[in-house]
C-alpha cells in the first residue's frame, strides 16, 4: 500500500480564498484524522470519522472549517474563507484499529495563507 | 482531561552520548495507549512505539528503548549511542480506550546530536 496520501504538498493562498486539503487513507482503515500543527499549538486534532460518519468534530476551529468523507477512500477538509492564522501544517493520519491502533500519517500540507 | 507533558523543549547532544526523552502524561481512564512519534527534518510523522495501560514491561529495539511506569506516570524513550541521524522533534502521545484512535499529543522534544 502506499500509504496515506494526502494532496497539495505545499499550497499558498491569499487571505479570504477557499482551500481544498484531500486526504487517501490506507485502504481496510475505518479511522481516518484531521491534525493540525502549529508552533504554538503544537499537535492538535480537528476532526476524525469512523466509517465515513464524523466522530468528533470539537477540535474545528470554527465555522470556516468543514470536513467530509463521501467514501472510504477520500475526505477533505475546507477552509472558507481562510486567514493568515490558518497558516499550519495539516496532516490526514488513518488507523485500521478502534483501540489504540498505531496510525499512519500522511506527509502532511504546509498551508500558508497571505 | 488527558494530558501529555513533555517538558523538554530542546535536548542537544553529542554523537554516541545517551540522552533520554521524558514524557509524563495524565488520564483517569484504567486503559489507555501511549505512543511515541519522531518527526525528522522532512516533516513526516513516524511511528516508534506502542504500549498498552497493561503492559509495563520495558522494550528495546536495537539502540531505543523505553521505560513504562505507572506508578509515575511516565512513559519515557532513551536512544543509546546517538547518532547524527537521529536529530529529529520526537513526540510522546496518549489515546484513551474509546476514543477510536484519537491521539493526544505532547509538545515535541526536538532533539539535535551533533557529529
Known amino acids: 500500500d502506499a500509504g496515506v496520501i494526502q494532496s497539495p504538498r505545499h499550497e499558498v493562498t491569499e487571505m479570504g480564498q477557499e482551500v481544498t486539503l484531500r486526504c487517501k487513507p490506507i485502504?481496510?482503515?475505518?479511522?481516518l484524522f484531521w491534525y493540525r500543527q502549529t508552533m504554538m499549538r503544537g499537535l492538535e486534532l480537528l476532526i476524525y470519522?469512523?466509517?465515513?460518519?464524523?466522530?468528533?468534530d470539537s477540535g474545528m476551529p470554527e465555522d470556516r472549517f468543514s470536513a467530509k468523507m463521501p467514501n472510504a477512500s477520500f475526505s477533505t477538509l475546507k477552509i472558507q474563507p481562510s486567514e493568515p492564522r490558518d497558516s499550519a501544517v495539516y496532516f490526514c493520519?488513518?488507523?485500521?484499529?478502534?483501540?489504540?491502533?498505531?496510525?499512519?500519517f500522511g506527509q502532511g500540507t504546509r498551508l500558508t495563507v497571505v | 482531561a488527558q494530558k501529555v507533558t513533555q517538558a523538554q523543549t530542546e535536548i542537544s547532544v553529542v554523537e554516541k552520548e545517551d540522552v533520554t526523552l521524558d514524557c509524563v502524561y495524565e488520564t483517569r481512564d484504567t486503559t489507555y495507549y501511549l505512543f511515541w512519534y519522531k518527526q525528522p527534518p522532512s516533516g513526516e510523522l513516524v511511528f516508534l512505539i506502542r504500549?498498552?495501560?497493561?503492559?509495563?514491561q520495558n522494550e528495546i529495539s536495537g539502540r531505543y528503548s523505553w521505560n513504562f511506569q505507572k506508578s509515575t506516570s511516565s512513559f519515557n524513550f532513551t536512544i543509546t549511542a546517538s547518532q547524527v541521524v537521529d536529530s529529529a522533534v520526537y513526540f510522546c502521545?496518549?489515546?484513551?480506550?474509546?476514543?477510536?484512535?484519537?491521539?493526544?499529543f505532547g509538545q515535541g522534544t526536538e532533539l539535535s546530536v551533533k557529529p
Open positions: 493520519a488513518s488507523t485500521k484499529e478502534r483501540q489504540g491502533g498505531e496510525a499512519f
Open positions: 485502504s481496510g482503515h475505518d479511522y
Open positions: 502521545a496518549l489515546s484513551a480506550y474509546n476514543q477510536g484512535g484519537k491521539l493526544i
Open positions: 504500549r498498552n495501560s497493561f503492559d509495563e
Open positions: 470519522f469512523n466509517n465515513n460518519v464524523p466522530i468528533d
